[in-house]
C-alpha cells in the first residue's frame, strides 16, 4: 500500500499522485525537453536523497545540470543571516544562469 501526505498548498495541481506533485515522478519524455537545470542542497535537507537522485535522473536523460551542496539545513537558501553557504548556493545559482543567457 503507498501512503502520501495531502499537499494543501497545492490542491489546484490535483491528486497527490500527479507527477507536478512530485518532480522525481516525472516522465522521463519530459525530462529530456529540461533546460539546464541546477540544483542546491544542504546536507541536512529533508529533501537531500531524492535531490541527489532527482540530479542523477535528469543527468541520465541527458539533462545539463550542476549540483551545489553545501553544510546546513532547508531553507537555508539565500539566507545570509544564518548561513554564509545560503549566499554561496545563490551565487553559484546565478553564475550557471548567466551562462546560458
Keep these: 500500500m503507498r501512503y502520501t501526505l495531502p499537499y494543501h498548498y497545492s490542491t489546484s495541481v490535483g491528486s497527490t499522485d500527479d507527477w507536478r506533485q512530485k518532480p522525481f515522478d516525472t516522465p522521463n519524455a519530459l525530462l ?13 535537507d529533508i529533501m537531500y536523497d531524492i535531490g541527489i537522485l532527482f540530479h542523477e535522473k535528469l543527468r541520465r536523460q541527458g539533462v545539463h545540470t550542476g549540483l551545489y551542496i553545501a553544510p546546513g539545513f532547508h ?10 553557504f545560503g549566499v554561496e548556493a545563490v551565487l553559484w545559482t546565478a553564475q550557471n544562469i548567466r551562462k546560458h543567457t
Design 75 to 84: 531553507g537555508f537558501y539565500g539566507s545570509d543571516r544564518w548561513s554564509r
Design 32 to 44: 529530456k525537453l529540461f533546460p539546464p537545470t541546477y540544483i542546491v542542497l544542504f546536507t541536512h
